[in-house]
């Protein structure tokens, strides 16, 4: 179509009748492009004109408006589309990485704050465990600095219980 009578035209044309691999807000904000386009066309008449254009002069706004002028505002539709997407990303992965250290800042603090009944914890158990090894390094010590055999404790084990047996 290479005239357009209005708006709706222009409506049909970008967003009804947009190719398959088109998006239909794609073709809206193309079509909100050319509005704000004869928006400011409209404001410019005001100004010089001392009053708004009549309905006739933006009929013939429309129809004057070259074929070009649609492929122009999918340009500027496609360049305000990828730049808010752009920025919308953006703005999400600066809110993941905000969210992403202050998780590791709170998970250091709160492992911080877990480490001293942790120290406790461990302090205690290797006390502990270094006085039943002194225990158990004392008795291998008695019997060897006593050098006791196994069979010469059975035999006073056996005199011991044969004196208990007797009384």
Same mark, same amino acid.
């Given at each position: 179509?290479?005239?357009?009578?209005?708006?709706?035209?222009?409506?049909?044309?970008?967003?009804?009748?947009?190719?398959?691999?088109?998006?239909?807000?794609?073709?809206?904000?193309?079509?909100?492009?050319?509005?704000?386009?004869?928006?400011?066309?409209?404001?410019?008449? +005001?100004?010089?004109?001392?009053?708004?254009?009549?309905?006739?002069?933006?009929?013939?706004?429309?129809?004057?408006?070259?074929?070009?002028?649609?492929?122009?505002?999918?340009? +500027?539709?496609?360049?305000?589309? +990828?730049? !808010?997407?752009?920025?919308?990303?953006?703005? !999400?992965?600066?809110?993941?990485?905000?969210?992403?250290?202050?998780?590791?800042? /709170?998970?250091?603090?709160?492992?911080?704050?877990?480490?001293?009944?942790?120290?406790?914890?461990?302090?205690?158990?290797?006390?502990?465990?270094?006085?039943?090894?002194?225990?158990?390094? +004392?008795?291998?010590?008695?019997?060897?600095?006593?050098?006791?055999?196994? /069979?010469?404790?059975?035999?006073?084990?056996?005199?011991?219980?044969?004196?208990?047996?007797?009384?």
């Amino acid at each position: 179509m290479d005239r357009f009578s209005g708006p709706e035209d222009i409506y049909e044309e970008l967003v009804e009748n947009a190719p398959e691999d088109e998006e239909w807000l794609f073709g809206l904000v193309a079509f909100a492009v050319l509005e704000e386009q004869k928006i400011e066309w409209i404001k410019h008449q +005001t100004e010089n004109n001392g009053g708004p254009p009549s309905k006739h002069d933006i009929d013939n706004w429309y129809n004057q408006l070259p074929s070009g002028a649609l492929l122009r505002a999918k340009d +500027t539709a496609e360049a305000r589309l +990828t730049s !808010y997407a752009n920025d919308s990303i953006n703005a !999400y992965l600066d809110d993941f990485q905000k969210e992403i250290e202050e998780g590791v800042i /709170v998970g250091e603090i709160q492992e911080i704050k877990k480490f001293w009944p942790q120290f406790g914890v461990n302090l205690a158990g290797g006390f502990i465990s270094t006085l039943l090894f002194a225990a158990l390094l +004392t008795l291998v010590a008695f019997f060897v600095y006593n050098d006791t055999s196994p /069979v010469e404790i059975g035999s006073k084990l056996g005199e011991y219980t044969e004196d208990i047996s007797n009384e």
